[in-house]
């Protein structure tokens, strides 16, 4: 039996939490004294918290003292986890339980690879964690971001996996960037038009088929 590696990253794959992130964040900018938009959140899929709040205090033109940062990344990070608290299994995004279960079915390796430092908690919320708990691999395991690949290196380690025989699920352009330089199969969820430098690109898993995931065990 051909036995891969899947790879999920968490936030915008497997449950949409871009959302609490912006509310976190909008928040934030406007007890500073500004406000950020929908399309300006796109911008910092992917990328860790202290960058993330560098990039806003850019946008609202504010210089903060180092107490005040540290501060306000604190309070952003208790906002975001508030909203976590409320998750439960109808967060999953379309069809990913299909996907997760066929792998389960053929036994192939099912890890995490996320910058999030809340994907065991947010696993447990949505009841996910059994799945991935033998290869979790988040923003506490890793000393370099996407579009370092060290996540994805390490979920294969854990795995015990060769990385050319990973495939890695991705909405971000700095995660497929990462797949790709891990030797990994790119698979983006989202739209060709940012994810263009991805193997395959689906809109969501509704569009994946099991036939698919078949092909790319069988290779």
Known sequence: MNKKGFI????????DTAKYHYLAWKTLANELG???TPEQNEQLKGVSRIRSLEIILDWGNK?????????Y???KNDNYLSHIAQMDAGEILPDVPKILDYLQ???????LGSASKNARKILQKVGLHDIFKNAI???NDVSKAKPDPEVFLIAAQKLNIEPTNC???EDSVAGVT???TAGMISIGIGSKETLGHADYIFNDFTEIQTLFIQELINR
Request: proline share 0%; aromatic share 10%.
């Open 105 to 111: 079915e053929t036994q192939q390796g099912i890890a």
């Open 34 to 36: 500004f406000d950020i």
């Open 178 to 180: 990462a797949a790709n």
């Open 63 to 71: 210089t903060l003292s180092e107490d005040e940062f540290m501060k």
């Open 167 to 169: 495939i890695v699920f």
């Open 73 to 75: 990344m604190a309070e």
């Open 8 to 15: 999920f990253d968490l936030d915008g794959v497997i449950v």
């Open 137 to 139: 691999v988040d923003g």
